[in-house]
């Protein structure tokens, strides 16, 4: 009876011990295979970010030329102007950025999503750069007429009133010609960055 009851006794146990093994093995899953990022997804994700970047300095650039209410002061056109550089400078290096990621970009590519993101971005940023430039033509071609007109008003007070009018109004003129070049700068570097954008987008399809 004994011998009989300990044999139970032993199957019971190594029962229970094979349940807990089998219950541990299964509740450990087998571990996932991990899921690896292109290394270039970081380059791509860099030079996106760059691109989001000057988005949102060209908002400010139309926010201000909005606010100007059809004028700029000398001061203001100067400041605009380094600002419109900034971005062109911008532009162009992220257009680099772009030709330097070309020759690696494969049909199908496992960026496509962040290729096709740039191109996107890459075309607003060239259609915000054209209305900023649209903008400073219609400052410019309205404060050549208010300067004229002001020139002749100054002429007729004061001579020394008159001839500080006349030197602010040529310190704006001069200004306004100086953002106009800065604006073809900006329209130039807005183009290449779509063009280059435009040819990495083709690349990835």
Known sequence: MMKRFALSAGLVLLAGMGLAFAAKTEAAPAPAAAVQEDPKAREFKNILFKLVRQDEYLDE??????????????????????????????????????????????????????????????????????????????????????????????????KKRGAKKLTQLLEEQKAMQALASDVKGLRA?????????????IASK
Do not use: C
């Not at 060239?126 to 004229?148: E, H, I, P, T």
């Open 189 to 201: 570097a807005s183009r290449g960055l779509s063009a280059t954008s435009k040819w990495l987008y």
């Open 61 to 158: 650039a139309l926010d201000t030329l909005d606010a100007s209410k059809g004028r700029l002061s000398a001061h203001d056109a100067s400041a605009m102007g380094l600002s419109l550089k900034m971005i062109a400078g911008n532009l162009k290096q992220v257009a680099a950025l772009n030709k330097a990621e070309f020759a690696a970009v494969q049909p199908g590519s496992a960026n496509a999503k962040y290729i096709n993101t740039i191109f996107s971005y890459s075309r607003k940023v060239d259609r915000k750069a054209g209305k900023v430039g649209a903008m400073v033509a219609q400052l410019a071609a309205k404060n050549k007429k208010s300067a004229m007109r002001d020139a002749v008003s100054s002429k007729k007070g004061a």
